[in-house]
C-alpha cells in the first residue's frame, strides 16, 4: 500500500471530514515535511490560521488512539504522529495492530487534495448509505460529465475502512454485471461457485459466503435499472450497500443523491488546481466567464483547466472569444484529456444520451435550443390533437428522464448552456434546421406583437419570461423574418421598456431598429420612418431635444413621400413634432400641426378612435400652457368621453385625462374640483403601471404643486420627494422634468423659511433648464424669475 494511499485509511478510519482529510494528508505527505503550514494552506487554497485549526482537530481524534498527542505542543504532536503512524505503516509493534486487508477494485482516482467542490455532496451521500440500503447519484443537470463517477470512486476510496466487507465496483456498459461479481468474488476471497449452478445460484452463494463486514456495490453508469441492477442485487441485509451511478432519473421509491453542476466558487478552485494561479489572477473577470460559458460544468472545466496548461503563453481572453466562436468544437472541449480518466470530450459524452433518445425527442431538443439561456416557458396544452400533444408530452419526459433539460416549474424549462450548444450543432447538421428556424422567429415575432406602446403591469408580468427569447431572435435570428415583419421585434422590445420609463434600455433596441431596417429594407420605406420616429420619441422623451427633431423631420417628409398626404402616420409624425415644438417652448410652431394631426386623424379614422383622443388631448396641453383654459378644457374633456368609451375606465390614457383635466383645474385656482382628480390619476396609474413608473411621478409632482399652492406644505414635501427620485432614476439627474420637481421643491422651502435648504435646488433647476431648453425657454426664464424673486427676499 503506498503511504497516500494508507494516510487515506487512517483519516477514514479516524472518521475525518473532507476538510481536515486535506489538511492531514498534505501535512503528512513526505515530500511536504520541509513545508510551512502557511505554503501547505496556499496550496489548498485555504488560510494559514483555517489549516492550522483543521490541524489541532486532526491531532484531538488521533490522540484517542494515540495519547501521547495530547501532551505535546503543536510541532512535537506533528512529529509523534508522524512517527506513529511510521511505525504503523511499517508493521511496527508499538502501535496498534494494522487492520486486515480490504478487498476492492476501485479504480484509480484524483488525489483526494485535487477533488474539489463536492465536500458536502461527499458527506450527504455518506449519511445516505447510513440510513438507506441504495442510493443511486443522479445528474440533475442531465448531462455527462458532472463528476457522477468521480463522486463514487472518491467515496469509496474515503471510506474504504468503513466497508471491511470489501468494495465491488461494477461497470453496467461492461460485460454481464453478474459475470463481474463471480470474477470479483473468486479473485478476492479465492473461492469459487460450482460451474455447473445456473448464474441466480451462484450469485446466491457468492452472498452467503461474502466476507464479514459491510459491503459496498457500485453499480457505475447504469442505463436500465431492470436489466442491469435487479437481478443482481445482494439480499436484502444491513451490511450490503449498494450505489449507482446514472443519467437517468428513477422513481422515487429509489433513493437518490441530485448532483448538479459546480458553485462558481468552486468551478474557479478547480480552475486554480490545474492553472498557473498567476496566470488566471492576471485576467480574474476572463476566468470567471469561461467558467461560467462552460456552465460550471466539472468535465469542460478539467478539460479547459487542462488545455491552457498546455498553452502557457495562451491568453485566457483569446481563448474565451475562440470559444465562443467554435464552442464544443473547440479542441480544448471537443477531445479527452489522456491524463483524465474519462474518455469522452464534452460533446461525445452528450452524444451518449443523445443516442437514447427518439426522433421526436432529439427535434424538441433542438427546437427548445433556440431559446435563449433563460426559463423557457414551453406547454403542450394548447396542441388541440390528443395524439399529437401526448407525443410532444413523451418527447420532454425522455429529455427531463436524461437530464438533458431542467425542469424549473410547471411548464417552464432550462437548458445547460453546453447542452443548448450541443443540441444547436444538431440542429444545423439538420436539412430541416432553416424551416425550424423561421418558425421559431415567426412565434417570437407573433409574441412581440401582443406588446402594446404602454404596457400595464398584467402585461409586463406575462410578457417578461418571453423578453430573453425575443432577443435572441432579434440578435441572432432576424434574418428569418420576412420583410413586412421586420421591424415588429425590435419595435415590441423598445415599447416594452420604453413604456416602463426606462429609456436607457429602449434606446439600443429603437437604434437598432432603425439600422437593421435601413440595411434591409432601404432608405425609402415606411417601416425605416417608423423606425426615426421611435427614436426621435425616446430623445424627446429624455429631454435630448437636438437629436431628436432631425429625426422627427426625417420621418415627416420620408412618410409623407411614400404614402402621399392621407395616412394615420403623418397624422402620427405631426403630432410628435408638434409635441418636440410645445416642449421647447416653440408654441406658434406646434399650434398649426396640431391641428392638421387633428384633422387628418378625423378624416381618415372617424371621430371615434383612440388617435382622435389622443390629438384632441395635445391640442388641449397647448392650450393649456399658453394660458388658453376656456378653450383647453372643452378638448380635455373631449379627450376623457372618448377614452373611456373606446378604452374603458381602467386605462393608463383615461388617467392621462384625469391628469390634466386636474392641471387645468389647479391652474385656474379650482383646487376642490383638481384634487379628486388627482389622486384618481395617482392611484389608477400605480395599479395600472406599478408604484416605479415616470407616470406616477408625474402625478405624485403633480399633487404635490397643489398641496403646496394650497399651503398644505407638509404633505407636498414627501410627494416631491418621492417623485424627484422617481424622475432621476428613470431619466438621469439633468433631465427637464428632474429640474421641474427640483424648482417645485425649493419654492416650497422658500415658502416655510427653510432657505439653505431652498438656494442650491433653484441654482440646480436653473442650470439644467439652460443646458437643456435654452437660456430663452419659457421654462427656463419662468425658474430664472422664481430665483431672482428668492435672492430678494431680505431674511434668506
Known sequence: MQWADFLANEAATHSLSPEQTAAFVERLKTENSGKSEAKLASELNIGAAAFKKRMAEVYEKFAKSYPELATSNSRGKLEKLRACLTAKYNGGQDVRPTIKEIHQNIPPAVPFEKFVGREAELEELHQELQTSRQVAIVAVAGMGGVGKTELAIQYAKQHLQNYQGGVCWLSAQGINVGIQILRFFELKFNRIAPDDWELADRLRYCWENWQQGEVLLVFDNVIDYKKQVQPYLPPELPRFKVLLTTRQEFDRTLPQLPLGVFKPLAAMKLLKLLVDRERLKSEPWVAREICKSLGYLPLALELVGRYLDTMPDLSLETLRKRLEKKRLEHEAVAKANPLMRYEYGVAEAFALSWEQLDENAQTLGCRLSLYALADIP?????????????????????????????????????????????????????????KVKTIFAALMLEVAKQIPPQPNREDIFNLTPFIPHLTEVAIHLSQYLSDEDLIGLFRGLGWFYYGQGLYQQAEPWYKLCKEVAE????????????????????????????????????????????????????????????????????????????????????????????????????????????????????????????????????????????????GLYSSTKRYSEAEPLYQQALELRKRLLGNNHPDVAISLNNLGELYSSTRRYSEAEPLYQQALELRKRSLGDNHPNVATILNNLAALYSSIGRYNEAEPLYQQALAIYEQTLGVGHPDTIRVRGNYAIFLRKPYR
Open 378 to 434: 414551453f406547454s403542450v396544452e394548447w396542441i388541440k390533437d390528443d395524439d399529437e400533444q401526448e407525443l410532444w408530452e413523451k418527447a420532454i419526459a425522455q429529455l427531463w428522464k436524461l437530464h438533458l433539460i431542467q425542469w424549473q416549474s410547471k411548464g417552464i424549462y432550462r437548458l445547460h448552456p453546453l447542452i443548448r450548444q450541443f443540441f444547436q450543432m444538431k440542429l444545423d447538421e439538420s436539412s430541416e434546421a432553416d
Open 519 to 662: 440595411n434591409r429594407l432601404g432608405l425609402e420605406h415606411p417601416d425605416v420612418a417608423a423606425s426615426l420616429n421611435n427614436l426621435g420619441e425616446l430623445y424627446r422623451s429624455t429631454g435630448r431635444y437636438g437629436e431628436a427633431e432631425p429625426l422627427y423631420q426625417q420621418s415627416l417628409e420620408l412618410t409623407k413621400r411614400l404614402l402621399r398626404d392621407n395616412h394615420p402616420d403623418i397624422a402620427t409624425s405631426l403630432n410628435n413634432l408638434a409635441l418636440l415644438y410645445e416642449s421647447t417652448g416653440r408654441y406658434s410652431e406646434a399650434e398649426p400641426l396640431h391641428q392638421q394631426a387633428l384633422e387628418l386623424y378625423k378624416r381618415l379614422l372617424g371621430d371615434n378612435h383612440p388617435d382622435v383622443a389622443t390629438s384632441l388631448n395635445n391640442l388641449a396641453l397647448l392650450y393649456e400652457s399658453t394660458g388658453r383654459y376656456s378653450e383647453a378644457e372643452p378638448l380635455y374633456q373631449q379627450a376623457l368621453a372618448l377614452r373611456k368609451r373606446l378604452l374603458g375606465d381602467n386605462h393608463p390614457h383615461v388617467a392621462n385625462s384625469l391628469d390634466n383635466i386636474a
